[in-house]
């Protein structure tokens, strides 16, 4: 089992660009999350699914939008990337039930 | 609002001794849970323990002990026997059941071990 993957592992973009970071697991997990990474701020909850066909904000959701595109895939998209959006960005996914969360590696995220 | 503090940016500890990291946390829900998660330099998140806020006992994964006091609601996480390879960000986390999917997490300590 690859866990939870990721990609891209790194990014650069240019302000007003977008992008969709792709996520996937192949635990057969219901419930799917996305945070952000900045330095000394801990992870930050930007959206979440529950289940395969629901997301819901999480702490930090303006400027994201995200996909449930089958119970495997999560996505996150930026629609037009900003400097305050240069981060890590972890994906993990969570079996309905168990309380352990499963994260993938990051994906580091420039914006210039 | 819920919320998770760590009120410890960074800690140096002595190997071999026993390390406590702050955890508190604000919620009105009853049925929550508490975990800790640990990320060493390599970036991955590692699981590292889970208390329940009902369960009676305080939870323990070897050299890993969460105190939980929920009165104060504080779920310090104790490090029994530091090594080396404990020097890592330690991170706090809580889930509540009223939304049962969403877990946020606290800013996070540094835990350095000297030899």
């Known amino acids: 089992n690859a866990g939870v993957t990721q990609t891209p592992k790194f990014q650069v973009l240019k302000t007003g660009q977008s992008m969709t970071l792709q996520c996937a697991q192949d635990?057969?997990?219901?419930?799917m999350y996305w945070y952000r990474q900045d330095p000394g701020m801990g992870l930050r909850l930007i959206y979440y699914s529950a289940s395969e066909g629901t997301t819901d904000k999480g702490e930090v959701p303006n400027g994201y939008n995200v996909s449930r595109l089958n119970k495997r895939e999560f996505s996150l998209r930026l629609e037009s990337a900003a400097p305050s959006q240069t981060s890590v960005y972890f994906c993990?996914?969570?079996?309905?039930?168990?309380?352990?969360?499963?994260f993938g590696p990051g994906t580091r995220l420039t914006v210039t | 609002a819920q919320k998770i503090t760590q009120t410890q940016p960074g800690m140096f500890v002595q190997e071999k001794e026993a390390v406590t990291l702050d955890c508190t946390y604000d919620t009105s829900d009853q049925s929550y849970g508490l975990f800790w998660y640990k990320q060493p330099s390599s970036g991955e998140m590692i699981f590292l323990i889970y208390q329940g806020s009902y369960d009676e006992q305080n939870a323990t994964e070897g050299r890993y002990s969460l105190n939980f006091q929920k009165a104060r609601k504080s779920a310090n996480l104790v490090i029994s026997a530091s090594q080396l390879g404990d020097s890592a960000m330690y991170f706090c986390a809580m889930r509540w059941y009223s939304s049962a999917s969403k877990i946020i997490f606290g800013s996070g300590t540094r835990l350095s071990i000297r030899p």
């Open positions: 635990m057969n997990h219901n419930s």
């Open positions: 993990a996914s969570r079996e309905q039930g168990s309380y352990e969360q499963y």
